[in-house]
Structure formats: structure tokens, C-alpha cells
């Protein structure tokens, strides 16, 4: 196990979508090799802070840092801060022009300059990862919305981040799909990935997180492992949403 | 018409590039024997079947070279259009709005006569004159089918490759133009087609192009009907041969399969 350290950092982070406050004062720290989950009603503000995390959405006060470093919009800074940051969408967009090998091996050739060949082998192993060797050379509209999001994390994992974030990676897909996605986060995760995911997976949360943050009106309303936060949720809103989700 | 004739086994790029190369062999093989096919038709077009075939070649090259150029200034248009800066989206906005409303013919006029008189020294021969104003005005329509096309490229294709660590440019060339591409091939492919035959308006000017050398025919020979058909066909023959070009371009984009 290695030296617990805060990667990512959030101090007093404030967001604001006109007159609609979605982030209040939020503080938090995201350690390496943890997996963190948060949970909450819509429009709580969980995937604004993760979109904030890696600057699609700035924040308008507070400070983000990853691995020290600030996060601005100085573009050189940012592009690197990106590639150590893996991202997955709830809608996956993978590029629809593209081959899933081209998909994956995209950010490696242009960022790292990696060479083609090489960066096809690579490619190569992620798939195998996955699961998806067989479906290299498809485009993404031939794919399931399972594979499309599998091809979605390999891509991410292309540029071989420090931490992976997860925007409800399993919202968009049918029921039967969702399994297939789980088990690759779960993979992920047992491989030390540190990892801050936004779910509705409530079984996930049990089982892989090593911490819950619950989100309720722009702030952290509760934060514990998941043996505690499902067992003692410390108030009732908390328990009406668990209740909810059917967890 | 063209893409169905390669055998189903082909890859869709292999069934483009032989479009495309059959295309373009049709093109130059229709322009190089026109003249030849034309000399055998009778009176009045026989003995002018070289007058002919040279319009049809000054005609094509004229679209080629303000097509090009019309296409670099609607790319730049539509980036202008959709730029952070006010004053440069403005600049766009009102190049687009000037071009699309005056006529075709006064912007050709303008350029050929007026020009030199607003900026002395700046003679432009005929063809350049038209080149300009017929690429000033595709630039226009350009612009606007290529800004629905950046458009028409989802939120998540950009934020996905920002989040990747891609830079402006990377975003922009690898992902964003790509697929905005495909999406304003079509009305691009309309804008060429319309040029082709806009050239027309060249002769205006005295440029001797196809539609010029068919009225100087035909008002010399008295027999309009064998004269603006011949010319009417050849522009048919001509902008058949550019549709067969950009459909196999298009097949080539079409990664979905959605043309079969």
C-alpha cells in the first residue's frame, strides 16, 4: 500500500449557473489509491465539482489543486494537469469518426507523440483489458452502449492517468449493460486506481468504496466509508435517499 | 451513380478512392476529347468545336481556382463567425450579410470596374476579377453551411478530447473539423455546383468562358438552338462529373454507412 497523500485537493469552492448557487463552500481531498463515491439527488452539484476538477467547468472562488499544482486556465498547465486526469462521460462521447483503436490512440499520439505502431499495441492491451480486443477496428455506432463506454474507459486510460473520474458512467445504459461497466470500475479499482466516481449504483458504493461523499444543495452533507454511511446515514434526508435508491 | 459499380467485397475506402480516381480520369478525358467529339457534330457546331472545348476548360478551371479559394475564406468565415472576439465575429457577420444580399452579377461588376477606381493601381485582368468576386461570393454560402456543420458537432465530442489534455489546435483538426466536415459536405457540394454554373455570370465581363463563347456563336451563326443546347449539355456533362467527385468524398466520410 502506499503513503496515503491527499492528490487532489478542494478548498472553499464556490460555483455559481447564474443566480443558481450548485457549489457552496465545498472542501474536501481525494487521496491517492482511494476510491471515492459520491451520491446525491440531481443538481446537487456532484458532477460540478467533478467537471470543475479538471476545469470543463471553472469555478468561480476557491482553489483546486492536483498534486499541488493549482488548477487554472493557464493552457499549458491544464493540458497536463487533463492527461493525469482521466475522465468518463455519462454519454461516453467517443469520437464518431473514428476506429476504437483511432478513438483510444488519439490523445497518446498527439500528447506523448507516441508512434502509431506503438501506440496501436498499447491501444491493443487496454482492449484486452476491457475485454473489447475483438471490436478494434469498429466504429462507435456499431457498438453497444456497454462497449461504447468500455472503449470509453480504455481511452481514458490511454494517457495512463493518476486518477480516474467517473461522471455517472452508468446512467445512459440499459439495465443489462451496467454489469459489464461495473466490473471494469471494479477491476480498475482493485488495481489501485484512485478513482472519484458519481453514481446512482448504490451496490457499487457498497462494495468498492473506500469512502461516500453525499451531496445535498451545493455541499458535502456527509462523508464515510461505506460500512458506516450505509449502516448509520446521520440524518434523514440521507436516509430518505438511500431509501430511495433502494440500497 | 458511379460508387455502385465496385464490387461489395471492397472496403468502403477502397469503393471511394476508385470513384474518386475514375472521376477525376472522366473529367480530364471529357475535357481532352470534347473538342475531338464535338468536331463531328454538323454546322454550327463542328467547325466551332475547339471554341467550345476551350470555354468548358476555362469554365472548370475558373471553379476549381475560386471553388479553392471560396472554401479557404468560408472555413475562415465560419471560425470568424463563431470566434470569442466581438469585433472579428462582426467582421464575419457583415461580409456574409453584404455578399448574400447584392446580386452575383453587380459583385462581379464591382470588382472588374469599381475596384480599380477605389484602389488605384489594383487592374485586375478579367479572369482574376472574376475569380475574385466568385470567390468573395461561394465564400459567403461557404461559411454559413461550414458554421452549421462546427454547429452540429456535440458539446461532449469537445469536452471529451479537452479532458483528454488535447490542445485548442488538436481539438479543433482531430476532432471538431472532421466530423463538422461530413456534416456540411452536402450544402458544400450544392454551393460548387451553383458556382459552376454562376461562372456564367463572368461573362459579363468579357471572360470567354462556355455560356460567352455559346452566345458569340449563336448570334453569329443565327442558330440558338444547336448552340445553347451544345452548352447547355456541356455544363450537365460538367457538373454531373463534380457530383460524381464529391459523392465518392462523401462516401469516404460516411463511416456509419448511412449512403448506400
Redesign the interface.
Known amino acids: 500500500m502506499s503513503a496515503i497523500s491527499p492528490y487532489i485537493v478542494a478548498d472553499r469552492v464556490c460555483k455559481s449557473f447564474g443566480a443558481h448557487q450548485v457549489l457552496r463552500d465545498v472542501s474536501t481531498h481525494f487521496n491517492t489509491g482511494e476510491v471515492t463515491v459520491i451520491i446525491g439527488a440531481s443538481g446537487s452539484g456532484k458532477s460540478t465539482l467533478l467537471r470543475a476538477i479538471?476545469r470543463?467547468e471553472p469555478h468561480d472562488s476557491g482553489t483546486i489543486t492536483i498534486d499541488g499544482v493549482p488548477v487554472t486556465d493557464d493552457?499549458n498547465t491544464l493540458?497536463?494537469?487533463?492527461?493525469?486526469?482521466?475522465?468518463v462521460?455519462q454519454?461516453f462521447?467517443?469520437?464518431?469518426?473514428l476506429s476504437v483503436l483511432d478513438n483510444i490512440t488519439?490523445?497518446p499520439r498527439?500528447?506523448r507523440r507516441t508512434a502509431r505502431a506503438q501506440a496501436n499495441e498499447q491501444a491493443m492491451v487496454l482492449l484486452r483489458r476491457v475485454g473489447l480486443q475483438e471490436h478494434a477496428h469498429k466504429?462507435p455506432?456499431q457498438l453497444s452502449g456497454g462497449q461504447q463506454q468500455r472503449v470509453?474507459i480504455a481511452?481514458?486510460l490511454a494517457?495512463a492517468p493518476q486518477v480516474m473520474l467517473f461522471d455517472e458512467p452508468t446512467s445512459a445504459l440499459d439495465p443489462e449493460m451496467v454489469q459489464e461497466v461495473l466490473d471494469v470500475m471494479r477491476e480498475l479499482a482493485r488495481g489501485g486506481m484512485t478513482m472519484i466516481v458519481v453514481t446512482h449504483e448504490m451496490g457499487f458504493a457498497r462494495e468498492v468504496a473506500d469512502r461516500v461523499l453525499f451531496f445535498d444543495q451545493g455541499c458535502i452533507a456527509h462523508d464515510a466509508p461505506p460500512a458506516d454511511f450505509f449502516n448509520d446515514p446521520g440524518n434523514d434526508r440521507i436516509r430518505a435517499f438511500i431509501g430511495r435508491m433502494g440500497a | 451513380m458511379l460508387i455502385a459499380l465496385w464490387p461489395h467485397r471492397w472496403s468502403r475506402q477502397q469503393r471511394s478512392n476508385a470513384t474518386l480516381v475514375s472521376a477525376l480520369v472522366l473529367t480530364v478525358f471529357a475535357l481532352a476529347l470534347l473538342g475531338q467529339v464535338l468536331s463531328f457534330l454538323p454546322e454550327p457546331i463542328g467547325p466551332n468545336a475547339q471554341a467550345f472545348s476551350a470555354g468548358a476548360r476555362t469554365t472548370l478551371w475558373l471553379t476549381l481556382v475560386s471553388g479553392s479559394v471560396g472554401l479557404a475564406l468560408g472555413t475562415g468565415a465560419a471560425l470568424a463567425r463563431t470566434a470569442r472576439w466581438a469585433a472579428v465575429r462582426w467582421v464575419a457577420s457583415f461580409y456574409i450579410w453584404a455578399i448574400r444580399g447584392t446580386p452575383l452579377l453587380v459583385q462581379i461588376l464591382f470588382v472588374y470596374f469599381a475596384l480599380p477606381v477605389l484602389v488605384p493601381g489594383l487592374n485586375l485582368p478579367d479572369f482574376a476579377a472574376a475569380v475574385v468576386a466568385l470567390a468573395l461570393n461561394v465564400g459567403a454560402y461557404n461559411a454559413e453551411a461550414i458554421r452549421a456543420g462546427l454547429l452540429a458537432v456535440?458539446r461532449?465530442?469537445t469536452?471529451?478530447?479537452?479532458?483528454?489534455?488535447?490542445?485548442?489546435t488538436?481539438v479543433f483538426f482531430?476532432?471538431v473539423f472532421?466530423?463538422a466536415f461530413?456534416i456540411s459536405l452536402p450544402p458544400l457540394v450544392s454551393n460548387f455546383v451553383a458556382l459552376l454554373k454562376d461562372s456564367s455570370l463572368a461573362y459579363a465581363i468579357g471572360v470567354v468562358e462556355l455560356t460567352n463563347v455559346g452566345n458569340r456563336i449563336q448570334s453569329a451563326t443565327f442558330q440558338p438552338i444547336a448552340t445553347l443546347t451544345t452548352v447547355a449539355v456541356t455544363y450537365l456533362l460538367l457538373t454531373t462529373l463534380v457530383t460524381q467527385i464529391s459523392n465518392a468524398i462523401e462516401y469516404r466520410?460516411d463511416?456509419?454507412g448511412r449512403n448506400q
Do not use: T
Not at chain 1, 493540458?79 to 475522465?87: A, D, L, P, Y
Not at chain 2, 469536452?159 to 485548442?168: D, K, M, Q, T
Open positions: 479538471n470543463l493552457p493540458q497536463r494537469q487533463r492527461s493525469e486526469v482521466g475522465m462521460f454519454q462521447n467517443l469520437f464518431g469518426h488519439l490523445a498527439r500528447i466504429y455506432w470509453a481511452r481514458a494517457m | 456535440p461532449g465530442q469536452e471529451a478530447a479537452r479532458a483528454l489534455g488535447l490542445g485548442r488538436h482531430d476532432v472532421p466530423q461530413k466520410f463511416v456509419e
